[in-house]
């Protein structure tokens, strides 16, 4: 499978979610699609569709089967795919300060070791990439960046080290990640962020969606603790612009 | 306000609604009750909204008494050993507890969840629109953790039960997990036929180390057409992937969102409690059932709930709780020397 633009397979878990499979990989024309496909329901949703999940390949609808047929979603699905719904508007470039020195960045002298590059060359690389949101996952806020330099593509632990920090920036298996609540993970921590991509509290609890372009900024730790604390009083210390196409 | 106070829990008690819909796209998994018809159940008996906030009951045990007022419960379970000061009660009971009274619920030889609803809304705040408690990520319930003693849960619009005792008959919930209905994939691909034969045929056994997040299953390890790993997509409740060890894994209320191993088959809504209420050590299979089984099943089981749950007066008795669990109690009143 590929990236091409033939039919998406439609594939039930169950009676009450749809896959919509549009490739195998983790590729952009892929993820494009999906974004896509996830735009143009979330403009004009079905009665009985109740969640939308975007991932690097397909989108997972949840319905509820008791309000709509299988068949009427699968229709709509298909007569949008055939359209060739486009994305809606540019993706939005968010700058996030990341903080690569200690106590954030627990792991960055294995990651260095692994990939045989200095502390300063991991975080020149990792800081001047552009990054995709491709997804969210595995936990709350918790978003799956593509566009990591192959140069520090680490593959994943063995096994899980201890629980990470909240608004790490962590990378493995040749992707990087923001995990923004403690967990055991098999990732690598080289940095933290003050932003918070995912607060229950904030009226508006998350605000980078999927296909969202993300770079981040090295700051030193005095400033990290300046900007942690005014995105703690509400402030939101990430910045906004476009992307350059 | 009148409260239901936690005089003593066993671990994972925690308080469920009927869900944290629509943020699974940002990786916030719905969490909800482990065996939604049973949580369903026990609102309607108390006559709350089906979604309404209720205990989940674990098979650790729990104890509660009510503070500032009179308080109307409804507790269902199968086989759960219930006690209103100490005197036997059926396993699913509508009830009046007043201060001073002490209603205990431990485990019994079936069942792994129960469910505690009161007549009113047990007032705690919401997260992201529902109170259903994710003790993984913290969210929901009290502080996002299972229940403990001195817990206090302030009910508001207290409504009185039932003066004495009744039984709540609900036989849709008298389900037999030892054949449970799946719709076949998303990755059934990933499965050479016979070993879908295979996973079907069983017979597995439910590992005791499952919680909320998962049912582990032991028995014979089936094998991967191609590879063990699949680029990460959505995950269902009820989803069952096969990791590399070739032994299946259903993921239930607080799984993750996404998951990145083939899944095999998918366990239908209306089964999830079935399997949810299977023990350690229960031998089950599995039969594959098409999408227009399940949809009817989920109908049957929404119709089930249209009425009132049946109920019937319970004689109370000093007999020893023994000889009372060995009466009939399905036909009716229990003849009890009163």
Not at chain 1, 15 to 30: C, Q, R, T, W
Not at chain 2, 22 to 39: K, S, V
Not at chain 2, 68 to 85: C, E, K, N, P
Request: aromatic share 6%.
């Amino acid at each position: 499978m590929s990236g091409s633009e033939d039919e998406p397979r439609l594939l039930d878990s169950g009676e009450a979610a749809l896959v919509v499979e549009f490739g195998s990989v983790v590729d952009p024309a892929i993820s494009d699609r999906v974004l896509a496909l996830d735009d143009a329901l979330g403009a004009d949703p079905p009665e009985g569709l109740r969640e939308r999940v975007p991932t690097y390949r397909s989108l997972m609808l949840h319905y509820d089967p008791l309000v709509l047929d299988r068949e009427a979603l699968a229709e709509r699905v298909r007569a949008l795919v055939a359209g060739a719904v486009a994305r809606a508007g540019t993706p939005t470039l968010w700058t996030l300060p990341c903080c690569y020195d200690q106590p954030h960045s627990e792991d960055i002298a294995q990651v260095a070791e692994r990939t045989g590059l200095s502390h300063d060359a991991v975080v020149a690389t990792h800081a001047g990439a552009t990054y995709r949101v491709y997804m969210y996952g595995f936990a709350p806020g918790f978003a799956y960046l593509g566009g990591l330099p192959k140069t520090l593509a680490v593959p994943r632990r063995a096994s899980p080290r201890p629980p990470h920090p909240r608004n790490a920036v962590v990378i493995g298996g040749g992707l990087a990640a923001v995990a923004t609540v403690p967990m055991p993970t098999g990732w690598y921590v080289i940095g933290a962020t003050p932003a918070r991509l995912y607060a229950p509290e904030r009226e508006e609890s998350f605000f980078i969606s999927a296909g969202d372009l993300i770079r981040f900024e090295p700051v030193d730790c005095t400033t990290f603790d300046t900007l942690d604390a005014r995105e703690a009083a509400g402030e939101r210390v990430a910045r906004r612009g476009e992307a350059v196409p | 306000m009148t409260a239901l106070v936690v005089e003593a829990a066993g671990p994972g008690i925690t308080l469920q609604d009927g869900g944290r819909h629509g943020y699974l796209r940002y990786g916030i998994t719905a969490a909800g009750p482990m065996d939604p018809l049973m949580h369903a159940t026990a609102n309607r008996a108390a006559g709350n909204p089906f979604d309404a906030t209720a205990i989940e009951v674990s098979t650790g045990g729990l104890t509660v008494t009510a503070e500032g007022g009179t308080l109307g419960i409804a507790m269902v379970s199968r086989s759960f050993r219930i006690t209103l000061d100490g005197a036997a009660l059926p396993d699913s009971v509508a009830l009046t507890l007043e201060p001073g009274r002490t209603l205990t619920v431990r485990a019994g030889p079936s069942g792994a969840w129960g469910y505690l609803a009161v007549q009113g809304r047990i007032d705690v705040a919401p997260v992201l629109g529902s109170t259903a408690t994710h003790t993984r990520s913290g969210l929901g319930g009290l502080d996002g953790r299972g229940l403990a003693a001195g817990d206090r849960l302030p009910v508001a619009e207290a409504r009185p039960g039932e003066v004495s005792p009744h039984r709540l008959i609900a036989p849709w919930l008298d389900r037999d997990p030892k054949e449970v209905r799946v719709v076949l994939g998303p990755q059934g691909d990933y499965f050479a036929p016979d070993q879908i034969h295979a996973f079907l045929a069983g017979p597995w056994t439910v590992s005791p180390r499952g919680d909320r997040m998962a049912c582990f299953l032991d028995g014979t390890p089936l094998r991967h057409a191609k590879g063990h790993d699949i680029v990460s997509d959505g995950v269902a409740m009820g989803a069952i992937q096969v990791p590399g060890n070739g032994l299946p894994i259903i993921l239930m209320a607080d799984r993750q969102s996404t998951g990145g191993y083939p899944k095999i088959a998918t366990v239908i809504g209306p089964d999830l409690g079935r399997l949810a209420q299977a023990q350690g050590g229960t031998q089950l299979s599995f039969r594959s059932v098409s999408l227009t089984e399940a949809v009817a099943a989920r109908r049957a089981e929404r119709d089930a709930l249209r009425d009132p749950v049946p109920r019937d007066p319970v004689v109370r008795t000093n007999f020893a709780s023994d000889f009372l669990l060995g009466l009939n109690l399905v036909d009716g009143v229990t003849d009890g020397r009163t």
